[in-house]
């Protein structure tokens, strides 16, 4: 293979052939088991033009799908003049070397197309660290089989143990710069991790936080601007945000909390995708409760949730409240899909982000598991504390006043949730709580959330078709040419972020 072909790992505009293997333990959907990798790919603004698909009881070790049928894909890559072959699934540097040779074309696996992606969504400082890091992570391993002037040369004749040539010098140069580099971005993110890690517990210790959390392309961007009118980037795409943001939502009366939008998940997310960008997903490890989104209008939300609480409950937030909201329920055709929907969860909330629909009733329910039950309490706060009666009388039901019976004070008798009494302590340090019950309004009262490890019931899965054959699939492009990405350069290898 041309030397020039796997030192440019972006796929761009170029044709590109999928190749999935279906193993017996495999997450892919049956139904479309390329489905996810084709927008991926359409993402990363390649045009598919072939999908194979091929069902093993295990891989091959040398070329992970068998030489018989790296030789059809060959001929599939020659018959398409594709550029590219993208597999949906991690490879060794050794399964991608053998198979480059097969080929003869560009081989990029599933880590590195997300990563792609990821280096063209980057915005913020502290995404372009955590895509450059994950980059050098995934090259480090690969540097022998990248480029071909990193082979071992002789360094003369009779060279003994220890004896180096100009090519394994330069590949351990090569290592020891990416070594250095990890190094550095990882000091640099720890520091960016620390900083908003104490902003976060900062922000939580003030405010009720809330975390958008969802698949890539479950409307949480569109939810989040819907909520607090801000105009974060929306598009029908795989990772259109990879930068969290923080706004306020106002919940009716004096209630707000601070709602955070997040990156979605995919299946089979890299591991070490996971740890990069476990500072992205800061806030949600962090939050008092989650809103899941949810596209029930996709054929494989099922597969699509069950990855969600995967991902979360791996990243930390296996007992974090999580509320479910079914979206997009204005692109469903068939009423009977929303009907199981809310058989199998009573306690979600059906929504459209897009139109509006279900917004007021979400605020409710958010607001109502914000305050939790409500009390009947008696407060006494000194005369001279007004912003604490103040802090009393907005966040309250104030039933009664008394200012006779203790001098220099004032008891009031309160509806108060639980949790501004929760809070009572850090906004009104003079107030004293002299007696508190359960108050009428709170009988009825339950809890709508549920623990993430929670949230999918038992069987939930067992409709899931098992044992579907998959046959090779021929995909055509409308022809439209995206716009290519950049990036900087770091010795041979192409990076973003630095």
Not at 441 to 447: I, N
């Amino acid at each position: 293979m041309e030397q020039d072909k796997r030192i440019e790992l972006s796929v761009r505009s170029e044709k590109a052939v999928l190749v999935g293997v279906i193993l017996p333990d495999s997450s892919a959907d049956p139904r479309d088991p390329l489905g996810e990798l084709a927008s991926l790919a359409k993402t990363a603004g390649a045009e598919v033009v072939e999908r194979v698909v091929q069902n093993r009881a295990k891989i091959d070790p040398g070329t992970f799908i068998g030489a018989g049928k790296a030789e059809e894909i060959k001929m599939i890559v020659s018959l398409h003049k594709a550029d590219v072959v993208i597999f949906d699934h991690d490879m060794s540097p050794n399964q991608l070397r053998d198979l480059e040779e097969i080929i003869d074309a560009k081989i990029l696996d599933r880590s590195e197309l997300i990563l792609d992606i990821f280096a063209t969504r980057a915005r913020t400082h502290e995404a372009q660290l955590q895509v450059a890091l994950a980059q050098l992570e995934y090259t480090y391993p690969r540097l022998r089989h990248m480029w071909s002037h990193l082979e071992r040369i002789g360094s003369g004749a009779g060279a003994g143990v220890g004896a180096r040539g100009p090519g394994e010098m330069q590949l351990e140069t090569d290592r020891r710069i990416i070594r250095d580099r990890v190094s550095d971005l990882k000091n640099r993110i720890h520091d960016v991790q620390e900083r908003k890690s104490r902003e976060v517990k900062e922000r939580k210790r003030q405010h009720f936080t809330i975390s958008l959390v969802g698949y890539t392309n479950a409307g949480k961007s569109t939810m989040f601007n819907t909520l607090t009118g801000d105009h974060t980037f929306v598009e029908d795409k795989l990772f259109a945000t990879l930068d969290t943001k923080t706004r306020r939502w106002h919940l009716g009366g004096a209630h707000s909390a601070l709602i955070s939008d997040t990156v979605g998940f995919v299946r089979d997310l890299p591991h070490h995708l996971v740890a990069s960008f476990k500072a992205t997903l800061e806030e949600a490890t962090h939050a008092d409760m989650l809103l899941l989104m949810l596209d029930v209008s996709h054929p494989h939300a099922q597969l699509q949730l069950k990855t969600v609480v995967k991902v979360l409950t791996d990243i930390g937030c296996p007992d974090l409240p999580a509320l479910l909201v079914l979206n997009k329920i204005d692109a469903i055709e068939d009423k009977d899909v929303l009907s199981f929907w809310k058989s199998m969860f009573p306690d979600a909330l059906a929504a459209s982000a897009k139109r509006g629909d279900g917004v007021v009733q979400l605020a409710e329910v958010v607001r109502d598991q914000m305050l939790g039950r409500s009390l009947k309490a008696k407060i006494s706060v000194p005369l001279r504390d007004s912003k604490g009666i103040t802090f009393v009388e907005k966040f309250t039901e104030v039933l009664e006043r008394d200012y006779d019976s203790e001098p220099g004070e004032v008891k009031l008798t309160v509806d108060i949730s639980q949790r501004i009494m929760d809070q009572l302590a850090n906004n009104v340090p003079s107030a004293r709580v002299l007696k508190s019950s359960a108050s009428k309004a709170s009988k009825g009262w339950r809890c709508r959330t549920k623990p993430i490890c929670e949230l999918i019931p038992e069987g939930f899965m067992d409709d899931k078709p098992e044992g579907a054959k998959v046959e090779s699939l021929g995909v055509s492009n409308n022809g439209v040419r995206p716009k290519t990405r950049t990036g900087l350069t770091i010795g041979k290898r192409k990076l973003t972020g630095e």
